[in-house]
Structures are given as structure tokens and as C-alpha cells.
């Protein structure tokens, strides 16, 4: 396999072959150990996309992501893609029976070098990632750098992502994540951008894979932060009026316990109105 064959996403490069676009009328979820792509309507199937090992819905989406490009790379080579280099984080991994989690943040300016071929990614999830709406900036296949927002998945053993919408640096922007239910195949979520409905999609987290817990704002580069020129110059982007709520019976706690590396800096632990600046530059 030729590095053209592998995706960038926000999870590192990943097999083009691992990953599946749905529509907001699509869902995938696991059926008698097969991962299914399914009208999100009428449940009928619309692809069957292959057997989902144990190993598979147990492990880390990153570190996944990692042995896929690792299994696929030609002997004696590897595939290095300066996954996260830099990268910004603020979690909180305890919280359990989370009903939704909302973050807005404004589209940053464009780096200084539009032309650079570096990546990046900023995002609000849950279970590490797992589920996450995201906001990217790259030169796409058709020669354009933009942002654009996306949202990702890792359900089974493939990556899901949604329609991939272009935004302007400026445009405000609300990813919410809510747990739906619980039915016989998993638990149900939805993703999406508020004002941009044609992104949203919804996912089913098998019940080995298990609910979605912990939550987490992150900025993910993907080349070597020192080159500033492929950032914005903006000092810093504000993740602001963090929401969080939990399910029927299982009270909100008034604050989040964020824990944070590189350069995140919480303003305000409130659960109902927090806000984590992301400092995209060296302090």
C-alpha cells in the first residue's frame, strides 16, 4: 500500500479502505458482529462493510489508527504522519451517563502560509475522541485550502465521518453531541454543527464498545509546530459556552475537572457556561 492510499483524518492517516462517509439518513452499528451501514428510517441495510473483531471495539480510536497505517506500510518502511505534534488537550475522562456535551468556538483566521500542506484540526468529543464534530484546515483533492467542518466517528472497527461542509474564517461554531438512546444494538448519538443540518449524522456504539463517557476539547496539528507559518495567527481560539449535561437520574456536576497539556488554559470549569482558551502558539 502506497502512502495514496491512506486518508488524512482527525484520528492520523488511516487506510482509505477503514473509512466510511454516511449521510444524515445513514447510521452504522455492529449486527451479530458485522458492522452495518443502515437507512437511519426504515433500519433497512445498505451495506454490510465486514466482520468487527473484539480487539477492534475495545481499542483506543488513535491507537487503532496507528496499527492500521503500521499493518499496512510496505516491509521496512513506516508511515509517519507527525500525528498530533503539538497538540492541545483539556479532558475530563470520570464523567459517566452523559446525556450531551456543546462547545462553541469561532473559525480562527487562515495561517499565514494558506498554501501549506499541513493539516490541522480543532474539536469538542467524547470517549477520547470517539465521537467528535471537527473543524479542519488543509488543501483538500481539489486544490483549495479551507476550513471545513466534519463530523467523525470511530464505530466497530472503521472511521465514520458526515458530509464535509466549507466554512469561513470568523463563522461561530456550535459542535454538539447527544446521546439518544439506548436500543437493542448500542447506544445511539448524534453529532453535529447547530445551522448546519446537512452535517449531522448518526452513530450506534456497540455494547462492548459501551456509552461514550469523559469529554474533550482538542487542537490537533499535523506537522511540526515550530513552522508558524502554517498557523493561524491568531494568539489563541476560545472554546466557550462549554455545555454539559447528564442523562434523567444522574445529576450534572457544576464544574468539569479539567485536565489539560500543552496550551489549553481553562477560564471557567462551569458544566453550563465554561470556557478553555487554546493558545495556538508558544508561550
Not at 492517516?13 to 447510521?27: A, F, M
Not at 473543524?135 to 467523525?152: H, M, P, R
Not at 447527544?178 to 455494547?207: C, H, K, Q
Not at 442523562?247 to 470556557?275: C, L
Request: glycine letters at 8%.
Amino acid at each position: 500500500m502506497s502512502r495514496d492510499d491512506l486518508v488524512q483524518t482527525p484520528y492520523g492517516l488511516v487506510p482509505r479502505s477503514e473509512v466510511v462517509p454516511i449521510s444524515r439518513d445513514e447510521t452504522v452499528k455492529v449486527v451479530e458482529g458485522r458492522l452495518k451501514k443502515c437507512d437511519l428510517h426504515t433500519d433497512r441495510v445498505l451495506e454490510d462493510l465486514g466482520p468487527v473483531a473484539d480487539e477492534a471495539l475495545s481499542a483506543d480510536p488513535y491507537a487503532y489508527a496507528a496499527r492500521l497505517r503500521e499493518d499496512s506500510a510496505p516491509a521496512g518502511r513506516k508511515f509517519v504522519d507527525g500525528q498530533r505534534s503539538g497538540g492541545h488537550a483539556a479532558q475530563d475522562e470520570s464523567l459517566t451517563y452523559i446525556q450531551s456535551f456543546r462547545t462553541t468556538w469561532t473559525v480562527p483566521s487562515k495561517p499565514r502560509n494558506p498554501l501549506s500542506p499541513n493539516v490541522f484540526f480543532l474539536w469538542n468529543g467524547l470517549h477520547r475522541g470517539a465521537l467528535q464534530p471537527v473543524l479542519d484546515w488543509s488543501n483538500n483533492t481539489e486544490g483549495k485550502a479551507s476550513y471545513g467542518i466534519a463530523n467523525w466517528a470511530y464505530i466497530g472497527n472503521k472511521y465514520v465521518h458526515g458530509d464535509h461542509l466549507y466554512v469561513d474564517p470568523g463563522t461561530s461554531l456550535t459542535g454538539v453531541i447527544r446521546f439518544r438512546s439506548l436500543i437493542s444494538a448500542g447506544y445511539m448519538y448524534t453529532l453535529g454543527f447547530v445551522g448546519f443540518p446537512d452535517a449531522d449524522f448518526t452513530v450506534v456504539r456497540s455494547l462492548t464498545q459501551g456509552p461514550a463517557n469523559g469529554v474533550i476539547l482538542c487542537f490537533e496539528p499535523y506537522f511540526d509546530t515550530s513552522d508558524e507559518s502554517s498557523l493561524p495567527p491568531d494568539t489563541k481560539v476560545d472554546f466557550v459556552q462549554i455545555n454539559l449535561s447528564m442523562q434523567s437520574g444522574h445529576p450534572t456536576p457544576p464544574t468539569i475537572n479539567w485536565d489539560t497539556s500543552g496550551g489549553m488554559k481553562v477560564v471557567d470549569n462551569s458544566s453550563s457556561h465554561g470556557e478553555v482558551d487554546c493558545y495556538l502558539h508558544s508561550q
